[in-house]
């Protein structure tokens, strides 16, 4: 008995890191693109900060193949649907649902499905890598206060602290039910 919960949990925990990882993935290639992109372009080549900026997020992000495949290879529903739909097409949904390949790619669809209403113009490219153009044009922007980004932060910052007070009753529950079990 105590054998198949050991496993249930490790499975259990398994599939948790896949689903936060998964969270985070699509926004990961940006992220390392920006940072050497601050590198590169502010000390090897001399530019001044906005120079940097402009150039990076108004020219390569929309324009380099490069900067366009590694920040749309997990953003693009296209590719996470293609993906979801061979897993679900080799194995069983059940089998599926204990998997954390399947997980980790249903939690960046996920991540790109909220993503895609709250970039005014520079979301996802839904049909990449076929159509390496066409982004949804939402009127919602989540940083640019000009497109109403003022209730997506308060919405985030909601969201945020819901999940960080869930998170602390958890532990603390689980620490007083650990220590009462103890006793």
Known sequence: G?????????????VGLAILIGSVAPDVP???????GLIWFRWFEGWDWPEVGRHMYANLFYNDPIWISLHNLLHSPLVLVTVLAFLL???????CRRSAIFWFFASCLLHTLVDIPVHYDDGPLIFWPLNWQYRFASPVSYWDFDHHARPVVIAELALWATFVL???YRLVVRKFVAENQST
């Open 89 to 95: 097409s080799r194995r069983p949904l059940s089998e």
């Open 2 to 14: 105590d054998y198949f919960f050991h496993s249930m949990n490790r499975r259990r925990s398994r």
């Open 30 to 36: 940006l992220y390392l693109l920006s940072f050497g």
């Open 166 to 168: 869930w998170t602390l």
